[in-house]
Nanobody, 123 residues
Framework: QVRLVESGGGSVRAGDSLRLTCAAA????????MGWFRQTPEKERDFVAV????????LYADSVKGRFTIGRDNVKNTAYLQMNSLKPEDTAVYYC????????????????WGQGTQVTVSS
């Protein structure tokens, strides 16, 4: 089992930046791909970004490409999502998750999830 805890959410204005952190405990975090997803009450959980367990590959949703950066530190068992140039449409609850078998954007492939952190961007 892997326990994930997100932090770093908050309320900001459009154009501001936030850095979300995901802290992992339990099984070897370094063997999992780590993804970030987000969800609003009106929508299903959407893919944001994923990073491979080696940290050498990353994939982003088109809506965040060029603005968000995903990274990880396997020594500290943490991952982050640096969010720049935030827009009101980025408002959502952000979740980190890990998967052992694939490197993808489908939330159903992910094995463990954090509890989420709220990000609110005002115009």
């Amino acid at each position: 089992q892997v326990r994930l805890v997100e932090s770093g959410g908050g309320s900001v204005r459009a154009g501001d930046s936030l850095r979300l952190t995901c802290a992992a405990a339990g099984r070897t975090f370094s063997r999992y791909s780590m993804g970030w997803f987000r969800q609003t009450p009106e929508k299903e959980r959407d893919f944001v970004a994923v990073i491979s367990w080696t940290g050498t590959r990353a994939l982003y949703a088109d809506s965040v490409k060029g603005r968000f950066t995903i990274g990880r530190d396997n020594v500290k068992n943490t991952a982050y999502l640096q969010m720049n140039s935030l827009k009101p449409e980025d408002t959502a609850v952000y979740y980190c998750a890990v998967e052992a078998r694939k490197f993808g954007s489908d939330p159903s492939d992910y094995d463990y999830w954090g509890q989420g952190t709220q990000v609110t961007v005002s115009s």
